[in-house]
């Protein structure tokens, strides 16, 4: 299929009314766009839940693929492994989207299972060929020089420096993960300078970051059209909360 837009959405990280606020502006169309969500739905914001049930109820359009961050595998985590195991989800944001989550359990018992299999049903990496150009999705980047297919779970969610400084694939790779603002390689990595830091990171070894902070005083969740370059952002708020990623 032929797109009008692709477009894909970083981090949200509970905040949903910066969400609400980036949705109206970018007037997603199903039957003409791509849309994928790049993951980090939870933890830091306060109104987790809204964001989770909302990728949950995206994902079920046509034309909408979400992808699994981080954030969602800690989650997963915690529920499935002992809390021993698990325990890094809590005190890394998890604590108030678990208290969400359990308000949500006593409404609708079955909300567990509902959760836990979403996230075990996204996928870690989205790939596409549009005129012969590669695009690649993932959460958080590509372990360099591997192959696609031989990328492990850990790296797709986790890998930060190693990636944005050794990738040389000819694939664009547009991920979240790191906010823009804690971003921390030589400008010589970048196309653009970095006035803005709550702004889409574009680097010559074609790789897009678009996790702008949602969860920072000053941060905003982005959408980029990869087509055209084109970026959104939501509006800034008033309840955001600062947590150390």
Request: glycine share 6%.
């Amino acid at each position: 299929m032929e797109y009008r837009r692709i477009l894909a959405i970083g981090d949200m990280h509970g905040h949903f009314t910066r969400l609400l606020s980036l949705i109206h502006k970018v007037n997603f169309d199903p039957e003409q766009d791509l849309l994928i969500l790049l993951g980090d739905y939870i933890d830091r914001g306060e109104e987790n839940m809204r964001c989770l049930r909302w990728a949950m109820e995206m994902s079920e359009k046509k034309n909408v693929i979400a992808l699994r961050g981080n954030h969602e595998q800690m989650m997963l985590y915690y529920y499935l492994l002992d809390q021993r195991e698990g325990g890094i989800w809590l005190p890394n944001g998890g604590k108030y989207s678990k208290l969400e989550l359990d308000a949500w359990i006593k409404r609708e018992p079955d909300a567990l299972q509902r959760v836990l299999e979403f996230i075990e049903q996204r996928p870690l990496y989205h790939q596409l060929f549009v005129n012969g150009k590669e695009y690649i999705f993932c959460h958080a980047g590509l372990k360099p020089n591997v192959s696609l297919e031989n990328q492990v779970e850990d790296d797709l969610l986790w890998i930060r420096e190693e990636f944005y400084l050794n990738y040389t694939g000819k694939a664009e790779v547009i991920v979240g993960h790191t906010p823009t603002p804690y971003f921390d390689i030589s400008n010589s990595y970048l196309l653009q300078d970095k006035t803005n830091e709550y702004y889409p990171l574009f680097l010559k070894n074609h790789i897009t970051i678009i996790d702008t902070g949602s969860f920072l005083p000053k941060g905003r969740i982005s959408c980029i059209d990869v087509l055209s370059g084109k970026v959104w952002q939501s509006d800034p708020d008033s309840s955001s909360i600062q947590w150390d990623f």
